[in-house]
């Protein structure tokens, strides 16, 4: 009987043995896990602020090409103007005199 005991002792004492080690090995799992995610995380966010650096610096592109684009359209048609002006300059000028002119006597 007293044989029966010590067994029933022992295989207590390694269950609990078992128990202990589970729980240690649950805790360990469990701090890993938490470094796994905060590694996670900030490697999540360092290549999110790649993207984001990368999409901005495309954008920043996109907008001096079209900016650039624009000016040089305005400047084309700014010089067509003034060649078109200078083209017709006298022959507006009359035109316009001539209107004075009429609405000033028609009055």
């Known amino acids: 009987m007293n044989e029966l005991v010590r067994k029933i002792i022992e295989l207590d004492k390694d269950g609990q043995e078992q128990i202990r080690s589970l729980e240690k090995e649950k ?3 469990s701090d890993q896990i938490k470094k796994m995610r905060a590694t996670l ?6 290549e999110t602020d790649a993207i984001i650096v990368s999409i ?3 954008l920043d592109l996109d ?11 305005a400047q084309r048609q700014e010089n067509s103007n003034a060649i078109l002006f200078e083209a ?3 022959e507006w000028l009359d ?3 001539k209107f004075c002119l009429e609405t ?4």
């Open 104 to 107: 000033e006597a028609s009055q």
């Open 63 to 73: 907008y001096q090409t079209r900016l650039h684009k624009a000016q040089e359209d």
């Open 95 to 97: 035109e316009l005199v």
């Open 27 to 29: 805790a360990e799992l």
């Open 56 to 58: 901005k610096e495309q």
């Open 41 to 46: 995380t900030q490697k999540t966010k360092e």
């Open 88 to 90: 017709h300059k006298v």
